[in-house]
């Protein structure tokens, strides 16, 4: 499979938007994930978002409990882009943003952010988030 290219990355203000987007391979279809991840310096990488492909037209999404009510992720229709919206970006949110996918995943699976899970990654986006 091809590997995920990211893009949009950015230095935004405290406060400010951003959105990533991601371009995955044509053969993530059913029972396939696309997720979000980040690594601040010195830390773990963690999930952030993630799209359950369910069908061609029914996703589900998760969120981690530190995005949830600010980032929205969803796929654009017709397009291999499955992109990140993220508003009231504090500098908590500075970190690089890397897009994952996985095949043939159960809902579950995909719902636990669990970096171990995904097999494709892309190089990563930078976002910085000044005070």
């Known amino acids: 499979q091809a590997q995920p290219v990211e893009s949009g990355g950015d230095s935004v203000q405290a406060g400010g938007s951003l959105t990533l987007s991601c371009t995955y391979s044509p053969y993530i279809t059913r029972g396939a994930c696309t997720a979000w991840f980040r690594q601040a310096p010195g830390k773990e990488r963690e999930g952030v978002a993630t799209l359950y492909h369910a069908t061609p037209i029914t996703f589900y999404e998760s969120y981690a409990p530190f995005v949830e009510g600010r980032f929205t992720i969803f796929r654009i229709n017709g397009k291999n882009t499955v992109n990140l919206e993220m508003n009231s970006l504090s500098h908590n949110d500075t970190a690089i943003y890397y897009c994952?996918?996985?095949?043939?995943?159960?809902?579950?699976?995909?719902?636990?952010?669990?970096?171990?899970?995904?097999?494709?990654w892309g190089q990563g986006t930078q976002v910085t988030v000044s005070s």
């Open positions: 994952a996918t996985a095949s043939n995943i159960p809902k579950d699976a995909c719902q636990r952010r669990s970096p171990g899970d995904f097999d494709n």
